[in-house]
């Protein structure tokens, strides 16, 4: 992720000498720990980890301390503090040459199950930055958004697809304090944005798992006002809450029903899961039946319908035959192209034409992830060039774009319950220049698809923050989907 721990407003004055005001690098909320590795180097100078602390809402921690706090979320849109102790406190005004690094570990995106009862392996995100800061007591000020957009066609009795977005679309505005929850929707209303919401509810819970009575009474008064239908509940199952050793059985259906519960709570007609192990969705199930729930299992990048992953997923619905399970088509698996915001973003950290060149032309082999991974890697090293540079993008320009033809949907039509209309890009001729936004609606028209679509723009993994409105490029997609769908239309 490009938004990292620190950015140009974080250094701050502190009696115990300074602070750095922390950003979650991530989409979503994590539990304190996941904070696996906190460096700091101020002015060329080590910070013995002994002169550190980190202080959220309150509670100071050492940072051995973090990896026991399994039952503590760091809250997206919270700014807890790094605290470096010297033997003077700094001054408003004061420049310093600041490096951090640090190493959090995500919960839910295990790479391997634990043994013995240890710990698994799970997907690391590493984040290195460095900036000449000078000490602040305010926060940057949030960019202005335009708002002179013209409404948008209603929607007609003849439109195949109902229309929204998941609010993960604006994950870097909503972690940057440039919306409250309220607010955000307000936007997405101001745009003509919708009318279904979706959301991730580790992004928007602030008591995730659960959630409050105050939220429900929040998000009832902001769907009365502005019109909008739920759509999807985004859950995950964050196995690796703990740092000693997985959930187990039971947790892993305790951690799930909490959930489940909560998206009935707030009105939502289906739940997107992210694991489909046979013996959880026995369990799971009967649940699901009692709130009256759809369980959705997202196929994204780089899988497709017929990966193996997914085959072994049809499987057990086959076995359950339950009209309650079916899957979350997201696009990111159909692109024929990668994203010109990618192509930005790594040419941003130092790759040339050549090496630009070189990585779509690996992409688009029909080699598995990890081997155009590898070799991609391989072509670098022999270059010279340190893939380190590139942070997580040597991964995610394989994990984040898969090119599977879009026909496939059609061999789980029926089972698609829900879409991400996933999209990077939108570009001056209103379409999105690696997704082929025509040929999916015709493939999900002539499939008999009838649900929502629901924009999802991932450019935020990519794009730095300001780069573009989000929402704004949301509302062109939109644009686009209702244009190809009245194409098909008879006259």
Known sequence: MPNGLITEDSLRPHVDGLALKLTLPWYRSLWLSSVGTLKVTIDGAAVPASDLAFELTGQRYTLDQLPEQSETLWYLQEHPLLIVRRDAPITLGETHDVEIFGELRLPYMQIAPGQDGGPGMYVPNIVRQSFTLTATDADAAPLAVVSDVAPPPPA???????LGLTLYSASAEFRAGWYDFDSLLGRVAELGIGPGIEIVASQVLPTYPHVSPEFIADWRAAFDKYGFDESS??????????RDRDMTDDEEFEFSEIL????????????????AKPALLRRLLPIAEQLNLKLAYEIHAPMGPNAPQVMKVRDVYAELDSP???FVADFSSTMHAMSPTLLRAVQRAGLDDEAVAKLQAIWATDASMQERQQEFIGYLKSRDFDPGRLGAFAHLAFNMHGHVAPQEWTDIMPQILHVHAKFYDIDENGLEPAIDYPELVRVFVEGGYRGYWSSEWEGHAFAELGEVDPLLLVRKQHDLIRRSMRALQPA
Do not use: E, K
Not at 156 to 162: E, H, I, L, R, S
Not at 260 to 275: H, N, T
């Open 260 to 275: 489940f519960r909560d998206a009935a709570a707030l009105g939502f007609p289906l739940v997107r899961i992210q694991s």
């Open 324 to 326: 309650l399970l079916g």
């Open 233 to 242: 509940f985004g859950a995950n199952l964050d196995m690796g809450r703990r």
């Open 156 to 162: 007609t009795d003849a439109d195949p697809f109902q």
